[in-house]
């Protein structure tokens, strides 16, 4: 882990806030490459125009998250921390949810395809988020809870995980999401080769994305946790996941409808 790459005099660069942009701008270059491998050279000018709204209601989202779902207790006694979002602390389900908005208006105000553009922006986001989770990897947060075993992951002294769990092995739950976007990135890019119904590939995203959130987040160790044990990130997952499936059922009957009867 290492929290910062130099220093320019008293101005710290870090690991967690350059590797979040790179995640945002490698998400965005994967977008626009399937944008032009689709065809659908109509959309380039609109993912540009969206980007930095995008870019911006997803730090609002993510932070707003993490502030006042996952970590409020610390939050509501730092109150100067709210804002400081390069000491870490950007929830990725806020952050895809303060995106969605931004996306959602902007796709009515200028009455694009929403399903269309949720496909293509899909595969970028999952590539994004898999690099972030290496910003939370060097950055100490985002951690696992102690495995009570000779294996994990050891933290430096700076960090919040070693604050929390002092020299204890920790589950490498931000790892194994990390890994684990990637792989949903390849199977997307193999159902890419087929057609699907509009809006499969954003519903596969949502759904696998947060059925993997809610699994690792038995693991974690860095947010406090509510009825049944769950904590706010999997209260938040459980309930993508439904309507995600009530969606795609939807997508898929509607998709069968439309091919039985052409004219419709």
Same mark, same amino acid.
């Given at each position: 882990m290492h929290q910062y790459w130099f220093w320019i005099g008293n101005f710290p660069v870090r690991a967690y806030s350059t590797i979040f942009? +790179? /995640?945002?701008? $490698?998400?965005? %270059?994967?977008?626009?490459?399937?944008?032009?491998a689709d065809q659908k050279q109509d959309y380039i000018p609109h993912i540009?125009? +969206? /980007?930095?709204? $995008?870019?911006? %209601?997803?730090?609002i989202g993510a932070r707003f998250w993490q502030v006042f779902f996952f970590d409020w207790s610390y939050y509501s006694k730092n109150l100067s921390e709210i804002i400081a979002i390069w000491h870490g602390g950007l929830s990725i389900q806020g952050g895809i949810v303060g995106a969605f908005l931004v996306g959602t208006w902007y796709v009515w105000r200028h009455k694009l395809d929403f399903w269309d553009m949720a496909d293509l922006v899909a595969p970028g986001i999952l590539l994004g988020q898999s690099i972030g989770r290496d910003a939370n990897l060097l950055n100490g947060d985002a951690f696992g809870s102690p495995t009570h075993q000779g294996f994990g992951l050891l933290y430096p002294t700076s960090t919040l995980a070693y604050q929390t769990y002092g020299n204890q092995p920790l589950w490498p739950a931000e790892v194994w999401e990390g890994q684990a976007d990637v792989i949903l990135f390849a199977l997307m890019l193999v159902f890419k080769q087929r057609k699907w119904p509009k809006g499969f590939l954003f519903l596969f995203y949502l759904i696998g994305y947060n059925l993997i959130r809610f699994g690792l987040e038995w693991l974690r160790g860095d947010s406090p946790r509510f009825l049944f044990?769950?904590?706010?990130?999997?209260?938040?997952?459980?309930?993508?996941?439904?309507?995600?499936?009530?969606?795609?059922?939807m997508l898929f009957v509607h998709d069968r409808k439309k091919r039985g009867n052409p004219s419709a």
């Open positions: 942009v +790179l /995640a945002f701008l $490698l998400g965005l %270059g994967v977008t626009l490459y399937f944008v032009r540009w125009n +969206l /980007a930095p709204g $995008l870019f911006i %209601g997803g730090i044990g769950w904590d706010a990130a999997q209260w938040t997952s459980m309930p993508i996941v439904v309507l995600g499936i009530i969606v795609g059922v």
